[in-house]
């Protein structure tokens, strides 16, 4: 029935409660309504029942709350394993992304378990900002009543490894709970380890649930499943390359290019702000000096994930060359026993900074292993598995149907007298062919979304391939008809080799689309120009907008440039509306909790 003809017609709504609800379902995308049409029939059930209905025990009734904070979606995954495995121990447990969990919740948890990663100098990701906060601030309730674990995802060759994690679970402690388990912190290649603990935490908490009725896991609020499809990151879709286009002049000190890769026949789909995962195969020139500088031959068998290859298929397709990491420095240094480096690995801030422009192969390079002093199998045991690389969706499928794009800035560099290129930026721009296959998956950004309200302004914060997104976002307002102004502040070196999609943006300022775009190219003048600046210059407007409810997205560089953005926003909150330093940052705190303020860094 139509929320419009529910007055006309015999409803126990009041004529104020009928616009309440108009209100809240306009807000709401279909899936989000489904959510609520499915909770509201289970409350009016419960509350049918309510008088005949025997009595549960808190114990029986207890819930283990599964929140993650994630940055590339890792986090995310580990958690709906461990709902997996504990709907299968009949345990009922909610999973809710960090960003969608109400702080004030925490004091009447019994249960939760909270699987993180760490992002930037330590800093918690981007979605667990908020809760963060919260939990580290005076408001925090002290939590004698809940028993709670930690999961850490990470990477060793970071200063700040899992830190977010350890202030968790300090913090909790803190604050009177008690710990389930002990902490574990991950490093990249997390799977069994991930997998294990999970386990290991469903052995303790059964016994506590064992009562229980029948169980399910609920996704909260906020929360949204891909279309079915047979394909993720365990399972890749091999995709055929349709372009490979380089869309930086010839002068260009960046090498940036456009991508467009088939999904037909893979079923997978696909929203802006999501992120394509892709796999790639290592030079083979690469693994060749490599095997040379080992003395190891190409068909030597090798155990590799609990099944046998060749090890030259092991170092192609499978192992990690071109980051390197310190686990592999003292795995390598004692299967060579190679003192020098052994005595490197013994100092952690050194070897970060030894590591800092080296791939494998220039560890290897000086320190080969010619004289046999390693087998096939250590070689491989130093190694890491390959990680896929993500890249921000680049189209709307509205525009591109069976297709998705991706603007990929090749990684190319001069270190230690020769030549490097990235693993999958060297590999889609220089060894794979249009018409070649790529293994590819798509992960969900639930935290980098449009408003559902297409009358909502948006501005776009976007320098170098940090566009990529909001290409994606500006189609699909395209295709909406959506009536909410755009606003895109771009920035490069320079106008005339580093203007990404210089054509289509003018296109869409021509036809209004775009309301305004800014564009700040550095090395075009004397002073050099951010984009940062350029939001400087419009202080007064971007003020405004926000004022207006616009929602404000920042993608790319998360180091300088999205600190430095952060800072214009603050000191433009603080002037133009008469704030101090503490209230701007509240006012940005409030819009990030509104889902108004998000960001897409690496």
Aim: negative net charge; proline residues 4%.
């Amino acid at each position: 029935m139509l929320l419009s003809s529910l007055v006309a017609q015999a409803s126990p709504l009041s004529e104020q409660q009928v616009q309440q609800l108009q209100g809240l379902v306009s807000q709401l995308n279909p899936i989000q309504q489904a959510w609520v049409s499915g909770y509201l029939a289970a409350s009016a059930q419960l509350a049918g029942g309510q008088v005949t209905a025997p009595a549960v025990s808190a114990a029986n009734s207890a819930t283990l709350t599964i929140v993650y904070g994630s940055q590339t979606g890792n986090a995310r995954h580990v958690a709906d394993g461990l709902a997996a495995l504990a709907k299968a121990k009949n345990i009922a447990a909610k999973i809710v992304d960090l960003a969608d969990y109400k702080s004030s919740q925490l004091k009447n948890e019994q249960y939760l378990v909270i699987v993180t990663s760490t992002y930037g100098e330590g800093e918690p990701p981007e979605n667990a900002v908020s809760f963060y906060n919260f939990l580290f601030s005076k408001k925090a309730p002290k939590v004698p009543q809940l028993k709670f674990a930690v999961l850490g995802l990470g990477d060793t060759s970071y200063e700040f490894f899992c830190k977010t994690a350890a202030d968790f679970d300090e913090r909790l402690a803190e604050l009177g709970g008690q710990r389930l388990q002990a902490r574990a912190d991950l490093d990249v290649d997390y799977d069994a380890a991930a997998t294990s603990w999970n386990n290991a935490l469903i052995s303790v908490v059964e016994p506590e649930f064992a009562s229980a009725p029948s169980a399910e896991v609920i996704n909260w609020p906020g929360q949204t499943s891909a279309a079915a499809s047979q394909f993720n990151k365990q399972q890749p879709f091999a995709a055929e390359l349709y372009t490979n286009q380089k869309i930086t002049g010839r002068d260009s000190t960046k090498d940036v290019r456009h991508i467009e890769i088939s999904l037909e026949g893979s079923g997978l789909t696909y929203q802006p702000g999501d992120a394509l995962g892709l796999y790639f195969n290592n030079d083979p020139a690469l693994v060749s000096e490599l095997l040379s500088l080992t003395n190891l031959e190409a068909a030597a068998e090798v155990s590799l994930a609990n099944q046998s290859l060749s090890l030259a298929v092991a170092l192609t397709e499978q192992l990690e060359l071109t980051q390197s990491y310190p686990a592999f420095v003292d795995k390598y240094a004692a299967a060579t026993a190679n003192e020098a480096l052994a005595q490197l690995a013994a100092d952690k801030a050194a070897l970060r900074a030894y590591l800092v422009d080296r791939q494998i192969i220039d560890i290897v390079r000086e320190h080969p292993a010619t004289g046999g002093t390693i087998t096939a199998q250590q070689l491989v045991d130093a190694l890491r598995k390959q990680q896929p690389r993500l890249y921000s969706i680049a189209s709307s499928q509205a525009e591109v149907e069976d297709e998705v794009n991706l603007t990929v800035a090749v990684v190319r560099y001069d270190a230690f007298g020769q030549p490097h290129l990235g693993g999958a930026s060297g590999f889609l721009a220089e060894r794979l062919a249009e018409g070649d296959k790529v293994r590819v998956f798509v992960e969900q950004n639930n935290n980098f979304r449009l408003p559902a309200n297409d009358d909502t302004p948006v501005l776009m914060i976007g320098p170098g391939t940090g566009i990529a997104p909001f290409r994606a976002f500006l189609q699909e307002r395209d295709a909406r008809g959506a009536s909410g102004k755009n606003w895109l502040v771009f920035g490069n070196p320079h106008f005339t080799q580093d203007f990404l999609y210089q054509t289509e943006l003018q296109g869409y300022l021509k036809q209004g689309l775009l309301s305004k775009l800014d564009v700040a190219f550095s090395r075009d003048t004397a002073e050099k120009v951010y984009v940062q600046d350029k939001l400087r210059k419009h202080a007064s407007e971007v003020y405004q907008w926000l004022e207006q409810g616009a929602h404000v997205y920042i993608c790319g560089d998360a180091n300088r440039m999205a600190k430095d953005v952060h800072q214009a926003l603050l000191d433009i909150v603080q002037q133009h509306g008469n704030k101090s330093a503490e209230q701007a940052q509240q006012y940005l705190d409030e819009l990030r909790v509104a889902k108004r303020y998000q960001k897409d860094v690496y």
